[in-house]
């Protein structure tokens, strides 16, 4: 057996496995293991928006929170040029047993293929010092901002609605004001 012309052939066949390894490695950094988690604006929207209609002081904007991501995500804020004032707001029972709203620390975390439904009684999001009056009939805009720094702009209609008349906690600055 003639082996130093089989050496060439042996040398190529090394180069062309270690050319292969080289690529299947690259190849598995664009993998499960590498993809880059899609940004929380991009993958969170939300059904059945709306405002509660209000002449002056405050209101309230409800709907489900749905997030189609593999990542749980957080709403860190919440804007809108109907009001100067918006906060994330949850709904407890204090040790009086009255329910009292107050803003939610750290915001609110949607599970990751989940949703979070805010509703009147509930977590939801709070306009204080309304720009203009809301008028059943109107739309308001607003923009959340996640964790991530990613936003998600989404309308509502404005309805008539007689609930949701919480109180807030004792020490906040709202003291006594309901919505």
């Known amino acids: 057996m003639n082996t130093t ?9 090394a180069v062309a496995a270690v ?3 080289a690529l ?12 880059k988690t ?7 929207t939300i059904d059945d928006a709306w405002v509660k209609a209000a002449d002056e002081g405050m209101s309230a904007a409800f709907g489900t929170l749905v997030n189609s991501g593999d990542d749980d995500v957080t709403v860190v804020s919440v804007t809108s ?3 100067s004032m918006l906060e994330l707001h949850e709904t407890v029972e204090n040790e009086a047993g009255e329910m009292v709203m107050r803003e939610i620390e750290g915001g609110f975390v949607i599970p990751a293929g989940g949703e979070l439904p805010l509703e009147p009684g509930a977590d939801h999001i709070m306009l204080m010092d309304l720009a203009a009056p809301l008028k059943a009939g109107d739309e308001a805009t607003f923009t959340l901002t996640f964790s991530d720094d990613s936003t998600y702009e989404f309308t509502a209609p404005v309805k008539d609605y007689s609930g949701a008349n919480e109180n807030y ?11």
Do not use: F, K, Y
């Not at 012309?5 to 066949?13: D, F, K, N």
């Not at 490695?25 to 590498?34: F, H, I, K, Q, V």
């Not at 906690?169 to 919505?179: A, K, L, R, T």
């Open 169 to 179: 906690e004792s020490g906040d600055e709202h003291e006594g004001m309901d919505h």
């Open 24 to 35: 299947t490695g690259c190849a598995a950094g664009n993998g499960p293991a590498a993809e």
């Open 38 to 44: 899609a940004p929380a604006g991009d993958v969170v």
């Open 81 to 83: 040029e109907a009001s």
């Open 19 to 21: 050319s292969l390894l």
């Open 5 to 13: 012309a089989s050496q060439p052939i042996t040398r190529l066949l």
